[in-house]
T-cell receptor, first 112, second 114 residues
Framework: GDSVTQMEGPVTLSEEAFLTINCTYT??????LFWYVQYPGEGLQLLLK?????DKGSNKGFEATYRKETTSFHLEKGSVQVSDSAVYFC???????????FGKGTLLTVNP | DGGITQSPKYLFRKEGQNVTLSCEQN?????MYWYRQDPGQGLRLIYY???????QKGDIAEGYSVSREKKESFPLTVTSAQKNPTAFYLC?????????????FGSGTQLSVL
């Protein structure tokens, strides 16, 4: 079945540092890939998505590129801010699959 | 404003008691979902519904039940058969039932056992 493996946290960075959170997946067919963010005590919000190979999703300075050859969708940001502190989830959804399959989440803490 | 509303925000369950978590959306979405979130385990799908009066089990449906009598409502009942109910429960909805449509999430309900 479908699965998502993402980098275990927690990740602690200083403000303006470079961020990478690794995500790899296993799926049949051609899934859509997503990054969701969860702030403390809240639900999840979509951060970015990519629907086919070589697509790059981007939002709020975050980027991720759909790499079919390495089955990866790593999240990057060039300069993190304290307000980026949250839990980040990588997820996939198969073309004929109703459900979204999530990774275990990575807690990011950014210190001033 | 359109969105998904979950209530209550915090809920306590006594031994042997059934409790119901509410989820309402005014986004006119066909599909709705319930996820359970445990620390370090990510989100796991409990039940989902593609359309009114229809729903399917997810990966961890045992000890839970749902109904979908109205398009905008998808309540989740945690029954006494669920032996480890303490978790954060998230409801979500989406426009389309498949493909690249994103999910919209509610703000969650934290369920604890007394």
């Amino acid at each position: 079945g479908d699965s998502v493996t993402q980098m275990e946290g927690p990740v602690t960075l200083s403000e303006e540092a470079f961020l990478t959170i690794n995500c790899t997946y296993t799926a049949t067919g051609y899934p859509s890939l997503f990054w969701y963010v969860q702030y403390p005590g809240e639900g999840l919000q979509l951060l970015l998505k990519a629907t086919k190979a070589d697509d790059k999703g981007s939002n709020k300075g975050f980027e991720a590129t759909y790499r079919k050859e390495t089955t990866s969708f790593h999240l990057e940001k060039g300069s993190v801010q304290v307000s980026d502190s949250a839990v980040y989830f990588c997820a996939l959804r198969g073309g004929s699959n109703y459900k979204l399959t999530f990774g275990k989440g990575t807690l990011l803490t950014v210190n001033p | 404003d359109g969105g998904i509303t979950q209530s209550p925000k915090y809920l306590f369950r006594k031994e042997g008691q059934n409790v119901t978590l509410s989820c309402e959306q005014n986004l006119n979405h066909d599909a709705m979902y319930w996820y359970r979130q445990d620390p370090g385990q990510g989100l796991r799908l409990i039940y989902y519904s593609q359309i009114v009066n229809d729903f399917q089990k997810g990966d961890i449906a045992e000890g839970y039940s749902v109904s979908r009598e109205k398009k905008e409502s998808f309540p989740l009942t945690v029954t006494s058969a669920q032996k480890n109910p303490t978790a954060f429960y998230l409801c979500a909805s989406s426009i389309a039932r498949v493909g690249n449509e994103k999910l919209f999430f509610g703000s969650g309900t934290q369920l604890s056992v007394l």
